[in-house]
């Protein structure tokens, strides 16, 4: 089992324009383990993006304040590619296209990325694991011949950006706003392949606007973030409650004024 752990975490972003400095998060605590699905749910510009990059390294996102562990071990003076090596995974909200690469190169890459160089995945392996993955996700052989993210619609990048998850198979996935865009049918095929990876040895971190993908995707925990702190932490129902009241009802329940 792991365990990743967010501690008072404070970070400051600067702005590009003004060069001013703007504190995002205000002490963020969070505490999960594998064999765990947490979702975090906000209003728009609350720093749940921030959060999720700056547990995966962005060096953007400053921290001045806390720490991010993994299985007791600070992350935060590792690039990204040292905390996806130790098992930490981004799904982006807009995936880049990367000019010349097919996408199943680039997906043998990223997993061989991760591991030794003694421990590389073979080509018969490979093609293996990635056409069962292509079925779970109800994907067509030739997106993997395709050049990454090129031309891709929408709907295609997300479930792209899902079977490198499956892929890599990582020990917590930070899936930010999966559900964006997708139609119903998408959404679907999308959660199937994130509950495929369900087990002692998976965590994730879901963050999403609505709770819509929730039904599909069921969190045990649920945590609520506003102006840059969890404010509140429960269980799936605590996303049906606040489908109903909005994030209006929590604030005047709470108490707070952000
Ligand atoms: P959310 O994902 O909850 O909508 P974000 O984390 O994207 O919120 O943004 C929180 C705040 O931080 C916003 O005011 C946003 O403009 C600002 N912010 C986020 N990332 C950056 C960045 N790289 N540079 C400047 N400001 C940023
Ligand atoms: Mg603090
Ligand atoms: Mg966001």
């Known amino acids: ?26 002490g963020v605590n969070l505490t999960m383990k594998t064999g765990e699905i947490h979702a975090i749910m906000g ?31 600070s992350l935060i003076d590792m690039s990204v590619d040292e905390r996806a090596r130790r098992g930490l995974f981004l799904g982006m909200q807009y995936p880049a296209e990367i000019q010349g690469v097919t996408n199943a190169e680039f997906l043998r890459a990223a997993i061989n990325a991760r591991r030794a160089s003694d421990d590389q995945i073979s ?29 891709f619609s929408g709907g295609e990048k997300k479930r792209n950006e899902i079977l490198q998850l ?48 929730l039904n599909y995707i069921v969190p045990d925990v649920v945590h609520v973030m506003m102006g840059g702190r969890i404010v509140k932490t429960g269980d799936a129902d605590l996303a049906k409650t606040l489908e109903k009241e909005g994030y209006a009802g929590l604030r005047d329940d709470l108490g707070i004024d952000v």
Do not use: C, W
């Open 1 to 26: 089992m792991s365990t990743l752990e967010v501690k008072d975490l404070h970070v400051e972003v600067s702005d590009e324009e003004s060069q001013e400095t703007k504190e995002i998060l205000k």
């Open 43 to 73: 209003p728009n510009g609350t720093g749940k993006s921030t959060l999720s990059q700056t547990i995966m390294g962005q060096p953007a996102y400053h921290v001045t304040q806390g720490d991010i562990l993994l299985d007791g071990t």
């Open 123 to 151: 080509v018969m392996d490979f093609l293996k694991k990635l056409d069962k993955n292509l079925a779970l996700l109800d994907m067509s052989e030739s997106m993997t011949e395709r050049y990454l993210n090129e031309g």
């Open 166 to 213: 499956l892929m890599i198979q990582p020990k917590f996935a930070l899936l930010d706003e999966i559900d964006s865009g997708l139609d119903i049918d998408a959404l679907k095929v999308v959660s199937k392949g994130v509950n495929s990876l369900r087990g002692k040895d998976f965590g994730s971190l879901i963050i999403t606007h609505y709770q819509r993908l």
